[in-house]
């Protein structure tokens, strides 16, 4: 897959924040959140299936089947339950300047008091499409997609400045990608 210009990092795994119960072993979710918890990885036929729905998301459950030594019936019900407890996702991942983004941005947040409390306002604007909370020079990082640089401007001096306890902001916008990638696998 070619990369885009900057995309949806939601794509197939996401953390899991609570231990929850995937696949027919019972095994719990893993991800930062879990290993904070102690929670067990996700068992080896729930990864070999995330791994090939990375390669390729419209993947007959069939060929994965074979791959992974499941029925059909079996892979489609641990899709189905790796998908509930939000362990993956299965989307389109599409190139935001072919759908009228032209410009795309990560944006440094410094907070002062509560960062769950802006984290949380933050997302909801319907402009940032990944938002983590972090340790180091800032307390968030958001990346931003916008029509053109007005827009950008706005959602920067208008939303995210207006938020109370944003402290400062710095803006990194970007020129040209050159490696996005989804298929990381499992550990």
Same mark, same amino acid.
């Given at each position: ?13 996401? =953390? ?5 119960? &995937? ?5 719990? +979710? ?8 102690? $929670? ?26 074979? *791959? +992974?030594? @499941? ?19 299965? +989307?389109?991942?599409?190139?935001? +300047?072919? &759908?009228?983004? *032209? ?12 960062? /769950?409390? $802006? ?7 319907? /402009?940032?499409? =990944? @938002? ?14 916008? /029509? ?24 990194? &916008? =970007? @020129? ?5 990638? =989804? ?5």
């Amino acid at each position: 897959m070619e990369p885009t210009l900057c995309g949806i990092r939601r794509v197939c795994v996401r =953390y899991a924040r609570n231990a929850l119960d &995937v696949g027919s072993c019972s095994t719990p +979710v893993w991800g930062v959140a879990s290993r904070e918890r102690g $929670v067990a990885p996700l068992d080896e036929t729930s990864k070999a299936i995330i791994e090939q729905l990375q390669q390729d998301g419209r993947r007959p459950y069939a060929t994965i089947g074979r *791959a +992974v030594g @499941l029925s059909e019936a079996a892979v489609r019900q641990r899709v189905q339950r790796l998908q509930d407890a939000g362990v993956m996702q299965i +989307v389109a991942v599409t190139d935001p +300047v072919q &759908v009228g983004f *032209a410009r795309s941005a990560m944006i440094g947040v410094r907070v002062e008091g509560d960062i /769950e409390a $802006v984290a949380d306002a933050m997302e909801s604007l319907p /402009e940032v499409d =990944y @938002l983590v909370v972090c340790a180091g020079g800032f307390d968030i990082l958001a990346e931003v997609v916008a /029509e053109d640089d007005d827009h950008l401007l706005d959602v920067i001096n208008r939303q995210i400045r207006a938020i109370p306890g944003v402290r400062s902001t710095e803006t990194f &916008v =970007y @020129l040209k990608l050159r490696k996005q990638i =989804y298929t990381w696998g499992t550990r």
